[in-house]
């Protein structure tokens, strides 16, 4: 089989998995979303098992099942409407595609530029917003305790972040570097999260202001990585800071 026909099949079996999660027993939907994380984990690796080394087990396998664990948990938010969520299925599995076709463009440049790889970079950061937005979400919907909120946006921030990092240089290994600017930024975005859970503010602000902290935060590192952090480059991303924080302002609730 060839690459490409195991993506179709892979996103469209997803799809199905997660339209299944819908009709299993409330107790038992979490569960659901765990077994389909696997199950997206381990099929990820067999559509991508040619030219998949070691450390891309942490790398790029875990971002389409991230992807899917996000979708899926969001899913439960959504009203019990059959075409709506079918509509969703529908994105998500077009989006599986889409993943797989940007994770299969890592895996194949290692060593070498490819002209893909730009679009592969973009992509990528497309969709670790898309599932970090959806991630907050639920972590807000659920008003845990400010400690749980911490500990659940670390969980499903750090592999997004670290995976980012990553795919700048496409290394051989995970280097100590990444590792460690992974962690911090990481650690610093979840303080933010714990901030906002002892505001009453929206859900979908906290979720936006999270997703656009990760934005700028990895555009910063990114540049970083790849050597081109120059004045202007700053100057830019101070500017979508500084629009962050009026807009927090404005949104701060109580004022």
Known sequence: MRRREKFIVVSILLSLGLLATQYIPLDWRYLSVIVLFVLSYFSSAWALAEDLQPHEWLTIIPFPALYASAVA?????LPEMFWSRL???????VGMYALFLTSNIFSVAKGRS???????HAMALFFTMITSLLFSNVVFSLRLPFYLNAISLFIAHFPLVLMSLWSIELDK??????ML???IFTLILTEFGTLFSFLPMQI????????????VGLSVLQSFFKGRLFKNTINEYNLVAILMLILFVILFPGK
Do not use: D, H, R
Not at 204 to 215: A, K, P
């Open 204 to 215: 979908w602000n906290q979720s936006l202001f999270i997703m656009s902290f990760l934005y």
């Open 181 to 183: 600017y992974s962690l």
């Open 173 to 178: 290994k995970i280097t100590k570097e990444t």
């Open 87 to 93: 509509i969703i299925v529908g994105i998500f599995g």
């Open 73 to 77: 948990l969001f899913y439960f938010l």
């Open 114 to 120: 490819i002209q893909l790889l730009y679009a592969a």
